[in-house]
């Protein structure tokens, strides 16, 4: 009995599967396979998107832009209101018109009207739908971005229809851990830098809503005191877009304070904003409550700030990963929510279980009673194949899930069935009075492209299921990918490599404890 490189690969291989499979089945320290909501329990949740809101938020947009753009350029604009898809304003100098026009050409989606000095600038109908996909896109990516910050793992979140989003949530137990987590998903963190109406702040509270408008402002609410408002002008200095970076701190008084950074263009528009404005306040709005409104002293440089107001340690943790991942450019309600219970995992997972160890054992069983010891080669082969897939998922941080248990109830039978192929060859090749060795090794060759051809066209149907399928779907295929890898391993190279190492003790004789065959007198 001699040791080759393919029996050495295979105990490599089985000395890997079973130390990383370790953590998951025994629960020792080490990387473990996470449990999909199926079978841990967790948060299950459809939200609509306000894509209505998106395009008032793009018009904002744009109107800040020419603001800035007409002061920049110092034109001398009159009558700037933000209406429902556009924005009208009036230039009072007619010499101003080609500067105006040059700006507005730069920016994209825009219909522009003009009635002598008169504008009025209107998103098209084809950048109005744009923006609602480009919004439902946005917080898929934003809320699946701000639940990884957040440390959870594997979390689903996926566009569901045309303007729905399923998120899905494993492992989330008591109800204060699902409230953090809808608060965290639902806030807006839209950050915005609003100046203050100096002129008629004294009247905020005796003024309407209606005639703030009036005036081109809006009356928003202090984040800690409800009584307390502010008048500040509707559209912003600059907002959260222009933001790089938002990082919990603490001021002189070790309470925490959240530290952002704009961007260049964000940095430029502030700096320029708080050099022309000193002595002037400036309001820091977030999801329209001002946090702080401090008076400028000096122009501010450098493209950074801070929002301060009463914030506990996580509830700042919580919004710096809001204002990081991205503000969303609509807001999200809650369209359905349930809550999958650890109890209901508990019986997938037991069910699941009876499903796989009676799968295996009646594989294990039949291939002994039918190939004799050929057949205990392959169930060693089986075992190692399992071992590898929970050992590979453990090490990538995979989720399990219930569709991929189904995949590696589905892997075991595949697994064996290469062994099977492979087999049959080899007793074809007995039967026709070939040696034991090269029985064994024609018949690795010629089962060898046949079991190739199948593992592929399998691997690809895997792969597309991967792609455009959602979480349980891609859960069946990463099982099914690993299982049909591991088995190409185990089933081909590890037991070919056990067969060489043992074929020399294999004589006419035992060919019916070895095979499962019987030939009279030496042959058939």
């Given at each position: 009995?001699?040791?080759?490189?393919?029996?050495?690969?295979?105990?490599?291989?089985?000395?890997?599967?079973?130390?990383?499979?370790?953590?998951?089945?025994?629960?020792i320290k080490g990387p473990k396979i996470t449990l999909g909501?199926?079978?841990?329990?967790?948060?299950?949740?459809?939200?609509?998107?306000?894509?209505?809101?998106?395009?008032?938020?793009?018009?904002?947009?744009?109107?800040?832009?020419?603001?800035?753009?007409?002061?920049?350029?110092?034109?001398?604009?009159?009558?700037?209101?933000?209406?429902?898809?556009?924005?009208?304003?009036?230039?009072?100098?007619?010499?101003?018109?080609?500067?105006?026009?040059?700006?507005?050409?730069?920016?994209?989606?825009?219909?522009?009207?003009?009635?002598?000095?008169?504008?009025?600038?209107?998103?098209?109908?084809?950048?109005?739908?744009?923006?609602?996909?480009?919004?439902?896109?946005?917080?898929?990516?934003?809320?699946?971005?701000?639940?990884?910050?957040?440390?959870?793992?594997?979390?689903?979140?996926?566009?569901?229809?045309?303007?729905?989003?399923?998120?899905?949530?494993?492992?989330?137990?008591?109800?204060?851990?699902?409230?953090?987590?809808?608060?965290?998903?639902?806030?807006?963190?839209?950050?915005?830098?609003?100046?203050?109406?100096?002129?008629?702040?004294?009247?905020?509270?005796?003024?309407?809503?209606?005639?703030?408008?009036?005036?081109?402002?809006?009356?928003?609410?202090?984040?800690?005191?409800?009584?307390?408002?502010?008048?500040?002008?509707?559209?912003?200095?600059?907002?959260?877009?222009?933001?790089?970076?938002?990082?919990?701190?603490?001021?002189?008084?070790?309470?925490?304070?959240?530290?952002?950074?704009?961007?260049?263009?964000?940095?430029?528009?502030?700096?320029?904003?708080?050099?022309?404005?000193?002595?002037?306040?400036?309001?820091?709005?977030?999801?329209?409550?001002?946090?702080?409104?401090?008076?400028?002293?000096?122009?501010?440089?450098?493209?950074?700030?801070?929002?301060?107001?009463?914030?506990?340690?996580k509830e700042a943790h919580d919004v710096a990963i809001a204002?990081?991942?991205?503000?969303?450019?609509?807001?999200?309600?809650?369209?359905?929510?349930?809550?999958?219970?650890?109890?209901?995992?508990?019986?997938?997972?037991?069910?699941?279980?009876?499903?796989?160890?009676?799968?295996?054992?009646?594989?294990?069983?039949?291939?002994?009673?039918?190939?004799?010891?050929?057949?205990?080669?392959?169930?060693?082969?089986?075992?190692?194949?399992?071992?590898?897939?929970?050992?590979?998922?453990?090490?990538?941080?995979?989720?399990?899930?219930?569709?991929?248990?189904?995949?590696?109830?589905?892997?075991?039978?595949?697994?064996?069935?290469?062994?099977?192929?492979?087999?049959?060859?080899?007793?074809?090749?007995?039967?026709?009075?070939?040696?034991?060795?090269?029985?064994?090794?024609?018949?690795?060759?010629?089962?060898?492209?046949?079991?190739?051809?199948?593992?592929?066209?399998?691997?690809?149907?895997?792969?597309?299921?991967?792609?455009?399928?959602?979480?349980?779907?891609?859960?069946?295929?990463?099982?099914?990918?690993?299982?049909?890898?591991?088995?190409?391993?185990?089933?081909?190279?590890?037991?070919?490599?056990?067969?060489?190492?043992?074929?020399?003790?294999?004589?006419?004789?035992?060919?019916?404890?070895?095979?499962?065959?019987?030939?009279?007198?030496?042959?058939?």
């Amino acid at each position: 009995m001699k040791l080759n490189y393919r029996v050495v690969i295979f105990l490599l291989a089985a000395l890997f599967g079973l130390g990383l499979s370790a953590p998951s089945l025994l629960g020792i320290k080490g990387p473990k396979i996470t449990l999909g909501l199926d079978l841990q329990g967790g948060l299950h949740m459809l939200l609509g998107v306000d894509t209505d809101e998106a395009i008032r938020s793009k018009v904002k947009s744009i109107a800040s832009s020419i603001k800035y753009a007409a002061d920049d350029e110092e034109l001398i604009v009159d009558e700037f209101k933000v209406e429902k898809n556009g924005v009208s304003f009036e230039l009072l100098d007619k010499d101003d018109v080609p500067k105006m026009d040059a700006i507005l050409k730069k920016i994209p989606g825009v219909a522009v009207v003009k009635e002598g000095l008169k504008y009025r600038v209107t998103l098209t109908p084809k950048e109005i739908e744009s923006v609602k996909q480009y919004a439902i896109t946005q917080a898929v990516d934003t809320i699946r971005n701000r639940l990884d910050q957040f440390g959870l793992a594997e979390p689903t979140v996926a566009k569901q229809g045309k303007d729905k989003i399923l998120v899905e949530v494993p492992g989330v137990k008591t109800p204060e851990q699902e409230q953090r987590i809808r608060e965290l998903i639902a806030k807006a963190a839209h950050l915005q830098l609003m100046a203050v109406d100096e002129e008629r702040a004294g009247r905020v509270y005796q003024m309407t809503p209606a005639e703030a408008a009036r005036y081109g402002d809006v009356i928003l609410q202090d984040a800690q005191d409800p009584n307390r408002k502010y008048l500040v002008k509707e559209i912003p200095i600059l907002d959260g877009s222009m933001l790089t970076d938002a990082r919990v701190a603490f001021d002189r008084n070790n309470q925490p304070v959240i530290n952002f950074t704009l961007d260049s263009q964000g940095a430029r528009i502030f700096g320029d904003f708080t050099g022309k404005n000193v002595g002037k306040r400036l309001a820091v709005v977030l999801d329209n409550m001002v946090y702080s409104a401090p008076v400028i002293r000096e122009r501010i440089g450098g493209g950074s700030g801070q929002i301060s107001g009463g914030f506990s340690v996580k509830e700042a943790h919580d919004v710096a990963i809001a204002l990081r991942s991205g503000a969303l450019l609509a807001p999200v309600f809650m369209e359905e929510k349930r809550s999958v219970g650890p109890s209901l995992g508990a019986d997938s997972i037991k069910a699941s279980m009876i499903a796989l160890i009676t799968g295996f054992l009646a594989v294990v069983v039949f291939m002994v009673l039918y190939y004799g010891m050929a057949g205990v080669i392959a169930d060693v082969a089986l075992v190692v194949n399992l071992f590898l897939i929970l050992a590979v998922m453990a090490l990538f941080g995979a989720t399990l899930t219930l569709p991929g248990m189904a995949g590696i109830v589905l892997t075991v039978g595949m697994a064996v069935d290469a062994n099977v192929i492979i087999n049959e060859r080899i007793r074809e090749l007995l039967y026709e009075g070939k040696s034991v060795a090269k029985a064994i090794e024609q018949g690795y060759a010629n089962a060898f492209s046949a079991i190739l051809d199948a593992n592929i066209t399998t691997l690809i149907a895997a792969v597309v299921l991967y792609a455009y399928g959602t979480g349980p779907i891609k859960g069946f295929a990463i099982t099914m990918s690993i299982g049909i890898l591991a088995s190409m391993l185990t089933a081909i190279l590890g037991t070919h490599g056990i067969w060489q190492m043992v074929e020399q003790k294999i004589d006419k004789k035992s060919l019916g404890k070895w095979f499962g065959i019987k030939l009279a007198g030496g042959k058939k």
